[in-house]
């Protein structure tokens, strides 16, 4: 596990699309979460650190199990789209994100996405994903 966390599926787990399973590459030995924040004055928690079809607060918690990450949804969300990081600032603040972080075992940090593409409960075949939406970010 060398190289950075990247996801390879995203699927709803269950029928009423209120929870989400994210599978990576690069973590056979499991993943980990860096622990909540304050930062900017609010404690920051993972659920901070994703967005459901570029909205924030929908996410009312998440767990690990080795290679995936379940994130259980505040409601139904069927034909969603997840992304992982905002932008640049926590949502509806100036506040530069820091976290909190998805890691590997080896603590490399795992590729952020935008509007990953979540397959419909019952899927079972493992097609491939679309690619997510790529674009460059100014780190300056």
Not at 26 to 52: E, K, Y
Not at 74 to 99: F, K, L, M
Request: hydrophobic share 40%.
């Amino acid at each position: 596990d060398i190289g950075s966390p990247n996801i390879r599926a995203a699927l709803f787990t269950t029928p009423e699309s209120n929870q989400i399973a994210l599978v990576f590459s690069n973590a056979q030995h499991g993943l980990l979460v860096t622990p909540d924040a304050t930062i900017g004055g609010s404690i920051r928690t993972m659920s901070d650190a994703f967005l459901l079809n570029d909205t924030v607060q929908a996410v009312r918690s998440v767990q690990v199990l080795g290679d995936t990450m379940l994130v259980n949804l505040n409601a139904c969300y069927p034909g969603a789209r997840i992304s992982y990081i905002p932008d640049q600032s926590y949502a509806g603040t100036s506040v530069v994100y820091e976290g909190p972080w998805i890691l590997n075992r080896r603590g490399v940090g795992a590729f952020s996405f935008h509007r990953f593409p979540i397959r419909p409960f019952g899927t079972t075949t493992a097609a491939p994903q679309q690619p997510a939406a790529v674009r460059k970010l100014d780190l300056r």
